[in-house]
């Protein structure tokens, strides 16, 4: 763990020691010196970060596989952007504290993502997502908000809503075996 840290350290912008990222290979990025990632971060597998401009990164962020987040970009015009010829740039990116991010989600430059959020995996994110809601689709819409806690629970507490959310699965598995939907 030492020496992943140490590489962390080394390509990474800003992260806590103390507190590392887990990031899982592959990882791609075009710098790495612009990403500031904060503690308990988790990256699955495949993660791709284009960081031509900032890309700041909670606490407790969880990356699903294949996520893609892209602060670069090209202007829209064709004889402006010009093949390889022409201008590229990028717009800063910031992901809050406690954001779940689905799988194969695209988040486009620019785009800040409140803390306490969920992106729906498969979404592309292309506007400001406000904290607490959960959002998914192709333009990401809103799907819901989320009530803000007031911190993370106790191990207890955490233990609690896990078997709480489990019965919920468990029971929602059921009804739709049983070819009921509510």
């Known amino acids: 763990m030492e020496s992943r840290t140490r590489v962390l350290t080394q390509l990474l912008g800003g992260l806590n020691a103390a507190s590392p990222p887990f990031i899982e290979p592959p990882f791609r990025c075009d710098y790495g010196y612009n990403i500031t990632v904060g503690s308990d ?3 699955n597998f495949n993660c791709c970060i284009l960081d031509c401009n900032r890309v700041t990164i909670g606490n ?3 990356f699903a596989p294949n996520v893609q987040v892209y602060a670069a970009t090209h202007p829209l015009d064709g004889h402006v952007r010009n093949g390889t010829q022409g201008p590229e740039y990028a717009l800063p990116i910031s ?7 689905g799988g194969g989600a695209i988040i486009l430059p620019g785009v800040s993502i409140g803390s306490g959020s969920v992106v729906g995996a498969g979404s592309v994110v ?3 997502v406000e904290p607490y809601t959960v959002v998914a689709g192709n333009p990401a819409c809103l799907i819901r908000r989320l009530k803000p806690a007031p911190g993370p629970l106790k191990p207890a507490e955490a233990a609690a809503a896990a078997a709480e959310a489990e019965a919920e699965v468990a029971a929602k598995a059921a009804r739709v075996a049983n070819g009921s939907s509510s």
Not at 95 to 101: H, S, Y
């Open 95 to 101: 992901i809050g504290d406690d954001v779940w991010v």
């Open 41 to 43: 971060v988790y990256m």
């Open 60 to 62: 407790r962020v969880l």
């Open 126 to 128: 292309t506007r400001n």
